[in-house]
C-alpha cells in the first residue's frame, strides 16, 4: 500500500513538472538594423527580434529558497499557483503516514517493553471488555516484536519519502524558473545557401553566397 503511494505521489511531481515546460513564445517585430544594408553590400530578406523578458540569474536561486523555506511558495513564485495543492498532498500524505507508523510503533513498543517486564496489563494482552487470561494473551511477545519492527521499517520508510518529496519541491521550482528564461524561439535559425541576381543595369549575373541569420 505504501509503495503503490509512493508511486503515483512521483509520477504525479514529474508530470508536473513536464507540463511546467509549456512555455510562451515571445512577440516579434521587424529588426531596426535592416535598414540601410543594402548600400553596404548586405542583402536583407527579413529581419526579426525578439522582444524577450530580461533575464535574472538568481531567479531560479530565489524560487528555490521561496520552496525551501515554506512548500509551495516558489511555486507561486513562478505563477505555477495550481501546483500548491499537489505540494502539500504529497508532502502531508508523507506526514500523516510517518504519524500514523510513529503511533503504533510507540504502542508496540511500550507493551513489549512492559510484557518483558512481567506485566500483563497492555492493551494487546486480552481483548477489549475480556478478562486477563494469564499465559494467553491475544499478541505473544514474538507478534509484538515483529509488529514493532514492521511499523519502525514504514516509519522511517515515510520519513525517507517525505524529505524526497521535500527535495523534489524545491528542485522542481528551481527547474521551472529556469525554463522560464530558456529562449526557444523558433526564429532562431543559421543558414548559408547560394545566391544569385541578375543585374539589369550593367546585364551581369551577381552570385555567391547567401547568409541568413533569424533572431
Known amino acids: 500500500m505504501l509503495k503503490n503511494l509512493t508511486t503515483i505521489l512521483f509520477f504525479s511531481f514529474f508530470v508536473a513538472l513536464g507540463w511546467s515546460q509549456n512555455l ?6 521587424k529588426d531596426s538594423i535592416a535598414q ?13 527580434i ?7 540569474p538568481l531567479e531560479p536561486s530565489k524560487a528555490a529558497f521561496y520552496s525551501a523555506i515554506l512548500p509551495g511558495l516558489g511555486q507561486v513564485y513562478n505563477g505555477d499557483v495550481w501546483k500548491v495543492p499537489l505540494v502539500y498532498a504529497a508532502i502531508g500524505t508523507g506526514v500523516y503516514a510517518y504519524s ?4 503504533q510503533y510507540n504502542r508496540t513498543r511500550d507493551a513489549f517493553k512492559r510484557r518483558k517486564a512481567g506485566f500483563m496489563d497492555d492493551e494487546f494482552y486480552a481483548f477489549n471488555g475480556q478478562e486477563i487470561d494469564p499465559g494467553n494473551p ?25 524529505i524526497g518529496l521535500y527535495a523534489l519541491n524545491i528542485i ?3 527547474v521551472k524558473a529556469h525554463l522560464r528564461q530558456f529562449n526557444v524561439d523558433d526564429n532562431l535559425s543559421f ?16 552570385y555567391g553566397f547567401a547568409l541568413q541569420i533569424k533572431f
Open 172 to 174: 522542481e521550482a528551481n
Open 138 to 162: 491475544r499478541l505473544d511477545d514474538d507478534d509484538l516484536q515483529r509488529a514493532q519492527e514492521r511499523y519502525q521499517e514504514d516509519r522511517d520508510l515515510s520519513l525517507l519519502i517525505t
Open 50 to 56: 525578439s522582444k524577450n523578458e530580461r533575464i535574472d
Open 36 to 48: 540601410d544594408l543594402k548600400g553596404k553590400g548586405v542583402l536583407v530578406d527579413e529581419a526579426f
Open 191 to 206: 543558414n548559408i545557401k547560394p545566391y544569385l541576381e541578375y543585374n539589369t543595369i550593367t546585364a551581369d549575373p551577381n
Open 24 to 29: 510562451e513564445k515571445p512577440k516579434q517585430e
Open 100 to 103: 500514523f507508523n510513529n503511533k
